[in-house]
C-alpha cells in the first residue's frame, strides 16, 4: 500500500510494488513521480527525509534536508524577494530569489536510500519518471490551486515562466506541464547517480548560475554536501512506539514532545489538551531551542527536562517493511538553472525555518526543518506510516492524525480527514466541523476557515491492522492511496 499526494506519484510506487520492488524501491519510484506530478512542492533542488523501519530493518532516519550556504555577500542588493500567498482564510509571506537558496539534498538522499536498501537499479526506478516529464503531465484540480496561489512566483523569472506560464499566465488546470530539462536530469541521475548534480557540470551550473545574480551556492559547498543516517527519535505514546525525525530537525522533537504530554492525560484527549500541548510545543520554539538542535545530545535533554522530546509518500511492503518519505522545495525560489532540470528550493527565505532572523544559520548546517516522517509500531510491528506536507502545520497534522487512529479508534482515511486546528503566534486556526465552545474564553484569537484547506496540511498514511492494510491521501492536497 502506498500514500502521496498525486494520482501519479501513488500509481508509479504501487507498480513497483508489483514489480517486486520493496518499500524503499517504491518510495523511490514515487519520488522520481512527484519531481514531475508536483513540481512546486519538491524537485531536484529540495530536500528531506526518509524514515526506514519494520520488515527486520533497524529504524533509521535518512536525512538528505537542504545545508545552509554562506550568507551572500551584500544582502542590500540582492535581498530576498516577499511574495503573498493566500489560503483563503489566511495568508502567508513567503520569500524567493537567489538569496533563499540553500545547498539541495534531494539526488544524494535519492542514491543513497538506493544504496542502502534498494533492490531495483536506480535507471529502472527514474525511467518512468522520465518519460513523463517529457511527455507531459496535465494539471489535476490540486496542483493547478497550488500554482494559482504561486502565480507570482511562477512569473518572477523568464526561465521559471517559461515553464510556468508559457501563454503569460499561470497554467491552469487541464494544461500540460513538459519539462525536457527535467527529463533529462532524471535520466542522467538513473544513469550516473548524484555526482554531477555536486561536483560535475551540473553542479557547477548550478553554482555560477546562483553566484552571477547575488546567491552563494559555493561549488565547495555543493560538493561537501552528503546525506547523513540517523538514529530516529522513539517516544512512547499509550500502548504504542512512536518513530520519528531527531535534531536537527525541529518537527519530529515537538511532535514527540507534543505526545508526551497528551499521554500524561487521559484517552481520548479532549480538545482543550491537544491544543494546550500545541501551544506548548510552539513556546518551546525559543532561540535557544533552535540554537541546541545542532548539539550532541540534546533531544535527550529537551524532553527529560520537559518531560520527565511539502509532499509526502508513505508505503508499506507485503514484508511489514515501512518507509516514510517527506521532501519539499519550499514554494521554489524562481531560480530555475537552464539545461538542468533544477528549480532550487527557497529554505533560506522561509520565515517558518529562521525564527532568528535570514541567514543566521552557519554554513554547513541543516535547517531545522519541521518536516516529520513518522511510523508508529504496536508491539513492534508497524502499524501506522504517515508523515504531512504543510510547514509549522505538519506537527500538529501529524499529532492529530495519530491521537484520531490510538485515541479515538479511527480508521486512517476518517482520522486524516477529520477536521483539523493548529495553534502558532497566539491564534487558533479552525478548519469548520469542531466545537470550539471549550475554547472560548480562553484569551484566544480564532480564525475559522470556511472550509477544509491545505493550510492545514498534507497528511499521507498507511494502516495495518492485522492482515487488512488501508491507506490514506489528505483529501486537501489531492492525495490518493493505491493499493499494489
Avoid: K
Amino acid at each position: 500500500m502506498i500514500a502521496a499526494g498525486h494520482p501519479l506519484t501513488a500509481q508509479a510506487g504501487a507498480r513497483v510494488l508489483r514489480e517486486g520492488g520493496n518499500a524503499v524501491d517504491a518510495a523511490v519510484g514515487a519520488m522520481l513521480t512527484s519531481f514531475v506530478a508536483e513540481p512546486l512542492l519538491t524537485g531536484l533542488g529540495a530536500g528531506g527525509y526518509m524514515m526506514i523501519a519494520g520488515g527486520g530493518q533497524e529504524p533509521a532516519l535518512l536525512d538528505f534536508f537542504v545545508e545552509a550556504p554562506d550568507p551572500p555577500h551584500d544582502s542590500s542588493t540582492v535581498p530576498l524577494q516577499a511574495i503573498d500567498v493566500s489560503f483563503g482564510d489566511a495568508e502567508q509571506v513567503f520569500y524567493i530569489g537567489p538569496a533563499s537558496c540553500a545547498v539541495y539534498g534531494t539526488p544524494a538522499g535519492v542514491c543513497d536510500a538506493v544504496r542502502r536498501w534498494g533492490t531495483i537499479p536506480l535507471r529502472e526506478l527514474a525511467t518512468g519518471a522520465a518519460e513523463l516529464a517529457r511527455t507531459g503531465v496535465a494539471l489535476n484540480r490540486g496542483q493547478a490551486y497550488v500554482a494559482e496561489i504561486l502565480g507570482e512566483l511562477l512569473c518572477s523569472t523568464p526561465e521559471c515562466a517559461a515553464i510556468w506560464a508559457p501563454h503569460g499566465r499561470p497554467l491552469r488546470e487541464g494544461d500540460v506541464l513538459r519539462n525536457g530539462d527535467l527529463a533529462d536530469a532524471l535520466e542522467r541521475l538513473g544513469g550516473e547517480g548524484a555526482r554531477p548534480f555536486y561536483e560535475g557540470e551540473i553542479a557547477h551550473a548550478v553554482s555560477d548560475w546562483v553566484a552571477a545574480r547575488g546567491g552563494s551556492l559555493h561549488r565547495e559547498q555543493l560538493a561537501s554536501y552528503r546525506a547523513i543516517l540517523r538514529t530516529p527519535v522513539r517516544m512512547r505514546y499509550r500502548d504504542r512506539d512512536v518513530l520519528t525525525n531527531p535534531p536537527p530537525s525541529a518537527g519530529g522533537t515537538l511532535l514527540a514532545y507534543s505526545l508526551g504530554l497528551l499521554d500524561r492525560a487521559g484517552s481520548p484527549p479532549p480538545l482543550t489538551d491537544v491544543v494546550e500541548a500545541m501551544a506548548c510545543a510552539q513556546a518551546e520554539r525559543t532561540p535557544q531551542f533552535v540554537q541546541g538542535l545542532n548539539e550532541d545530545g540534546f533531544l535527550e535533554r529537551f524532553l527529560s527536562r520537559h518531560l520527565g522530546a511539502t509532499t509526502h509518500i508513505s508505503v508499506l511492503d507485503g514484508n511489514g517493511m515501512a518507509c516514510s518519505v517527506t521532501a519539499t522545495n519550499g514554494e521554489g525560489s524562481g531560480v530555475v538553472v537552464p539545461r538542468t532540470g533544477i528549480h532550487i528550493n527557497n529554505i533560506m527565505g522561509e520565515e517558518d525555518l529562521s525564527p532568528l532572523g535570514f541567514h543566521t544559520q552557519e554554513a554547513g548546517q541543516r535547517m531545522p526543518s519541521m518536516m516529520a516522517p513518522s511510523v508508529v509500531l504496536r508491539d513492534g510491528e508497524v502499524e501506522l506510516v504517515l508523515g504531512s506536507a504543510g510547514s509549522n502545520r505538519i506537527r500538529s497534522a501529524l499529532l492529530q492524525t495519530i491521537v484520531g487512529v490510538v485515541d479515538h479508534g479511527l480508521e486512517i482515511a476518517e482520522a486524516v480527514r477529520a477536521p483539523r486546528v493548529h495553534y502558532e503566534g497566539e491564534v487558533l486556526y479552525a478548519e469548520p466541523g469542531i466545537d470550539l465552545g471549550q475554547l472560548d474564553g480562553e484569551g484566544r484569537t480564532i480564525v475559522r476557515f470556511s472550509s477544509p484547506n491545505l493550510f492545514f496540511g498534507g497528511v499521507g498514511a498507511v494502516q495495518r491492522d492485522g492482515e487488512t492494510l488501508r491507506g490514506a491521501g489528505d483529501p486537501r492536497r489531492g492525495g490518493v492511496a493505491v493499493l499494489a
